[in-house]
C-alpha cells in the first residue's frame, strides 16, 4: 500500500512563502515521478510541478520550485511570492510506471489559502 503524507499548507499573505513536504512511504526511487498538483474550488485539478526520478522538473509558472531528498523519501514545493489565485488544496502525487501500465497515487491533500 502507497501512502502520501502531505504537509506544510496554512494561511499566508500575498507575497508571503510556503514550502510543502510529500512523504512517501517506501523506496521513492521506484516512482518514475513525483509531483504536485492543486484545486481551487469549481476548478479541476492541475499540475503544478513534477520531478521525475532523474531529477528532471517540469513546471507551470516560475514561482514555485520542486525538489526531492531520496534519503528522506520526500518531495518538496516551495511557494514563493504567493498570490490568493493560488489558494487551493495542494496534491502530492507518485507515478509508478509497470511496463506500459502506468499508476497514480495521491496523498489527502493539504490547503493552501493566500490572503490579500
Known amino acids: 500500500q502507497v501512502q502520501l503524507v502531505e504537509s506544510g499548507g496554512g494561511l499566508v499573505q500575498a507575497g508571503g512563502s510556503l514550502r510543502l513536504s510529500c512523504v512517501i512511504s517506501g523506496n521513492i526511487l521506484r516512482f518514475s515521478s513525483m509531483g504536485w498538483y492543486r484545486q481551487a474550488p469549481g476548478a479541476q485539478r492541475e499540475l503544478v510541478a513534477t520531478?521525475?526520478?532523474?531529477g528532471s522538473t517540469n513546471y507551470q509558472g516560475g514561482r514555485f520550485t520542486i525538489s526531492r531528498d531520496n534519503a528522506k523519501n520526500t518531495v518538496y514545493l516551495q511557494m514563493n511570492s504567493l498570490k490568493p489565485e493560488d489558494t487551493a488544496v495542494y496534491y502530492c502525487?507518485?507515478?509508478?510506471?509497470?511496463?506500459?501500465?502506468?499508476?497514480?497515487?495521491w496523498g489527502q491533500g493539504t490547503q493552501v489559502t493566500v490572503s490579500s
Open positions: 520531478i521525475t526520478s532523474g
Open positions: 502525487n507518485a507515478r509508478l510506471n509497470l511496463g506500459a501500465v502506468g499508476y497514480d497515487y
